[in-house]
């Protein structure tokens, strides 16, 4: 059973982002870079499955040469190795040519499964695992919340407005994971020193036969304003010395909603 | 006039709440079409029409409930090509995401996410998105040719009938369904009930955090609800950490409401969490963390311990309805 999971490294979440007044772009000096906390998930759920049937987890992963940092977080929770897509063409790239990429860097290797999270913490579009499906011509499935992989099969349940649906698909298929399907493991030292030693493979656009397919050149899209949105007043804020319910009834009853 | 086309999603028969939003903002772009797929969707077409379609297609293949994004990718890539709409607008939903995922990459067309609004510009399209949990407000403009593909939050659009609108032209389409290749299929689907008022269509939403510190204190939440005739809300760290269900989730990856009145117990107020109910007319936020950033959207706060105020609260209620 070979997994690979697909990761990013990110802004801190935990820092509120900031955007240059001036140039209207995001702040990215002075801000701790970390792995997605949601693809520590989909690392999680790769090293389960690998950990049960046999086999090996690649993370993969695309961004400049510092995002080596959030694959080796991975390899130290015990992932086997890492490959890392990197390319000055590849800066402020769409969706479409992170998959594009992953695609390209993966062509000619066989997983069974490939994970990702539903959507990365900071652009939140949650379009490249579909896309990356579509490319490889894979089944997706999303939204995950538990997954078993038994008989060349991956079931989920997926959750849904109301509840969820049990939805399987044949092996290969792409996985989407949410944050509730698995507490992530926390790298032991042990695994933070192996991860030094792992293989972290790192490849530009010519090499898998990109050049001028992804990233700058093949852009859809691009940003053309960028505006504070209109805030709302903090109202009062009262601290609870006894009297708080009763400041909570009276603000409930002037609404009239007792 | 430009073709504006909407994923119109149903559920036996009946069009999901944000297909009527995006009809309603689809009909202010151009000329409205619906594509709704799935056993019944013949059904739906009077109310598509209503909101503002002119023209309806309809397949009921069961495929279309019962197989993930595949088929409606297939047929969508089919019906794009023989009509060549402008425009492709989904509701930012789990169907809805997979489905205009996979198919602005099949087209190579731009896709752009979590859009809360669309204005025609320039003879192509300019469309908003918040970013930083809506603190911010990001213009993109497409730069692809072939259709631009919009996902839009549900609740960025209120819904309205068009008012003068006829009977759409409905096109009933029979082409086979492909399903051959490997899918996604739906083997049964699981209902998670929660008592009281839908979350989305709630006037009330009494919410939790984690600042409730144990998944049993939520039943304090369902007495105050049950109280307010309020619907049960919780963030993200709740449910991930397995206190409640998905279906409860309010958020960038839960639900977006807009009650009238929004009461955060234990809520910190990550953007995550903010971004789906900082429309809420009222908000009433109670957290022993006086730097909670949910103090910064509350119309009152009260600095204070969730499990001594929560039960107070619910004798005060019952106490002011009982007079």
Known sequence: ?258 | MAGAWVFAETVDGVPKPVVLELLTKARSLGDAAAVALGPGASKSTATLGEYGAKKVYVHEDAAFRDVLATPAVELLERLVEKDRPDLLIFGMTYDGRDVASRLSARLGTALIANATDVSAKDGGWAIISPMFGGSLLVTTVPKTKGPTIVLIRPKAVAAAPAGSAGAPEVQRLTDSVDTSKPVARVLRRETEKASGPKLEDAAIIVSGGRGLGAPENFKMLDELAAELGAAVGASRAVVDAGWKPYSFQIGQTGKTVKPTVYIALGISGAMQHTVGMKGARTIIAINKDPEAPIFKLADLGVVGDVHKIVPQLIQEVRSRKGK
């Open chain 1, 1 to 258: 059973m070979n997994v690979l999971v697909c990761v990013k490294q990110i802004p801190d979440p935990n820092a509120p982002g900031k955007l240059d007044p001036q140039t209207k772009r995001l702040v990215r000096e002075g801000v701790d870079l970390v792995l997605d906390p949601g693809d520590e998930h989909g690392v999680e759920a790769g090293l389960q499955l690998v950990e049960k049937d046999g086999g090996e987890v690649t993370v993969i992963s695309m961004g400049p040469p510092k995002a080596v940092d959030a694959i080796r977080r991975a390899l130290a929770m015990g992932a086997n190795r890492g490959i890392l897509i990197t390319d000055p063409a590849l800066e402020n790239s769409d969706a479409i040519s992170t998959a594009r990429a992953i695609a390209g860097a993966i062509k000619g290797q066989s997983y069974d499964l490939i994970i990702c999270g539903t959507e990365s913490t900071d652009g939140s579009s949650g379009a490249m695992p579909a896309q990356l499906a579509e490319l490889l011509e894979l089944p997706l499935l999303s939204f995950a919340k538990k997954l078993e992989v038994a008989d060349g099969k991956a079931k989920i349940d997926r959750q849904t407005d109301e509840g969820y649906d049990v939805v399987e698909a044949p092996l290969p298929a792409v996985v989407t994971v949410t944050g509730g399907i698995n507490e992530a493991r926390y790298p032991a030292l042990r695994g933070i020193m192996q991860a030094k030693n792992k293989e972290v493979k790192q490849v530009g656009l010519g090499e898998i036969g990109l050049d001028g397919q992804a990233g700058k050149a093949a852009l859809t899209q691009e940003v053309v304003d960028a505006t504070p949105a209109e805030t709302r007043k903090a109202g009062e804020v009262v601290e609870d010395k006894g009297e708080g319910a009763k400041r909570v009834a009276d603000f409930l009853k002037a609404l009239k909603v007792i």
